[in-house]
């Protein structure tokens, strides 16, 4: 077995005996502080009537339509502004500041605009990772060397063809990047969204643990947050950079 894997392991124990040394203490009641038992007990019954399950699918149902949205917004529109400056002196100065608004910032507005219903966290997801993955993109673009794009230019290539063969494929690294923190920023709005009104996500379930004094099934959920989260930046991203790596010489030998 890899090493880093008997580390992570070896880690995972140590704060599993942790917590339930914690647990078993008596600082906290067991009510308001349970065991990694107690935990996985509700778990498995969440497991078992299947409620984690329609959660889980709903709450990815909408976070990955909403970040797909989000990509396919933020992408072009981030190339774009870094390469008209009368865009980014304009719609730049708009999304410079949204990039300081939270996204639970905008779930008042998508409410009354929308009703409640999925479309308005729908909208939260939207606004809470498109606007990252433009300055992400619009910043790696403008990073691209000069030579790429007279070059390409010397050679015959312009307008759309240069955006798809030149820009793009040079400005990926940056779109990765900008990609990572879109996803992070989305499924955070999306928790922040359905912890608010009835919605059957993930976040109204660990919700309706807290209304019912529940802290197992709070917990419980909270893991299963984290692990689609881990999941996400390991198997999917992780993967990806690991390619990029390989394929530019810079993966570690």
């Keep these: 077995m890899d090493k880093s894997w008997v580390r992570r392991i070896i880690f995972v124990v140590g704060l599993l005996l942790l917590w339930q040394l914690i647990a078993m203490s008596g600082l906290w009641n067991k009510t308001l502080f349970p065991g990694p038992l107690q935990v996985i007990q509700r778990l498995s019954a969440m497991v078992s009537d299947g409620s984690i399950f329609i959660a889980t699918l709903v709450s990815l149902k909408r976070v990955l339509l909403g970040y797909g949205m989000a990509l396919a917004v933020g992408i072009p529109l981030g190339i774009l502004m870094a ?41 939260v997801v939207v606004m809470g990772s498109m606007v990252s993955i433009i300055v992400a993109v619009t910043d790696g673009v403008k ?9 390409a230019r010397t050679m015959g290539t312009w307008r759309l063809p240069l955006y798809t063969e030149v820009l793009l494929p040079a400005s990926l690294p940056s779109i990765l990047i900008g990609a990572k923190l879109g996803w992070g920023y989305a499924w955070r709005a999306l928790m922040s969204g359905e912890l608010l009104f009835v919605s059957l ?23 299963i947050i984290m692990a689609i989260g881990l999941t996400a930046d390991r198997a999917v991203f992780g993967t990806i950079e690991n390619r990029f790596r390989q394929r530019w010489g810079l993966a570690k030998t």
Excluded: K
């Excluded at 500041?97 to 998508?110: E, H, K, N, R």
């Excluded at 990073?143 to 070059?151: E, G, K, S």
């Excluded at 976040?203 to 529940?214: F, I, N, S, Y």
């Design 83 to 123: 390469r008209r400056d009368w865009l980014e002196q304009t719609l730049g100065m708009i999304v410079s500041g949204l990039q300081a608004l939270p996204s639970i910032c905008w779930l008042p507005l998508a409410l009354l605009w929308f009703g409640l219903n999925d479309t308005a966290i729908l909208f």
């Design 201 to 223: 996500g993930l976040g109204h379930t660990l919700m309706m643990g807290r209304e019912l004094a529940d802290m197992s099934q709070v917990i419980a959920v909270m893991l």
């Design 143 to 151: 990073n691209i060397p000069p030579t790429y794009v007279r070059a």
